[in-house]
């Protein structure tokens, strides 16, 4: 029973490189979500997708693109890192994005950009 | 916006000893609250939630009940253990809106000795 499985589990980047971050889950869940959690400030959406074919910006999505590549995955990427998007990453999905259902997390992703 | 306030951790208590942690929220329209919980190295997990104004939440002795009218969502339990050592963030929801995601509070740390 995974749940919400997010790789890589830790990353370490210099400033202007790439990567994807993957998010699956399991529950066939409709909506996806990536957060970041960073000291102090909670956690901020980034991304979301309510629906399969659907992404739409959060909180704090400058820098950051999505694909929602079908109902069980929705990745994150960083087209060129910078050092203030030093954090934990958190996939969750739910089923649906109404707000009354809950969200099930990943076990998240630490990045470093140095 | 909408809000999340929880008091500033972090907390410190012994076994057996009473916890609460203050939650109060500011929204437009009637949210769903939410207590989340975090163990160390994980990702989050639901803890109770509440629809609508009175509700009461409850789950693992932990309890929390939904107050319109003092806009508050206080989590309490009357005896602690070391596995209670985690942080907690409270949430609200107000899926009478487009996007449906949740708003966290900052999250408050919780240490129990033994």
């Known amino acids: 029973n995974a749940g919400v499985t997010q790789t890589p589990k830790f990353q370490v980047l210099k400033t202007g490189q790439s990567m994807t971050l993957q998010c699956a889950q399991d529950?066939?869940?409709?909506?996806m979500y990536w957060y970041r959690q960073d000291p102090g400030m909670g956690l901020r959406l980034i991304y979301y997708s309510a629906s399969e074919g659907t992404t739409d910006k959060g909180e704090v999505p400058n820098g950051y693109n999505v694909s929602r590549l079908n109902k069980r995955e929705f990745s994150l990427r960083l087209e060129s890192a910078a050092p203030s998007q030093t954090s934990v990453y958190f996939c969750?999905?739910?089923?649906?994005?109404?707000?009354?259902?809950?969200?099930?997390f990943g076990n998240g992703t630490r990045l470093t950009v140095t | 916006g909408d809000s999340v306030t929880q008091m500033e951790g972090p907390v410190t208590l012994s076994e057996e000893a009473c916890l609460t942690i203050?939650?109060?929220?500011?929204?437009?329209?009637?949210?769903?609250l939410f207590w989340y919980v975090q163990y160390p190295g994980e990702g989050l997990q639901l803890l109770l939630k509440?629809?609508?104004?009175?509700d009461k939440g409850s789950n693992k002795g932990f309890e929390a009940t939904y107050r319109k009218e003092t806009t508050s969502f206080h989590l309490e339990k009357g005896s602690v253990q070391v596995s209670d050592s985690a942080v907690y963030f409270c949430?609200?929801?107000?899926?009478?809106?487009?996007?449906?995601?949740?708003?966290f509070g900052k999250g408050t740390k919780l240490s129990v000795k033994p």
């Open positions: 529950m066939n869940h409709n909506s």
């Open positions: 969750a999905s739910s089923e649906t994005a109404n707000g009354a259902s809950p969200l099930h």
């Open positions: 203050n939650c109060t929220y500011t929204a437009t329209g009637y949210p769903s």
């Open positions: 509440a629809t609508k104004a009175d």
């Open positions: 949430a609200l929801s107000d899926y009478g809106g487009s996007q449906g995601n949740l708003i």
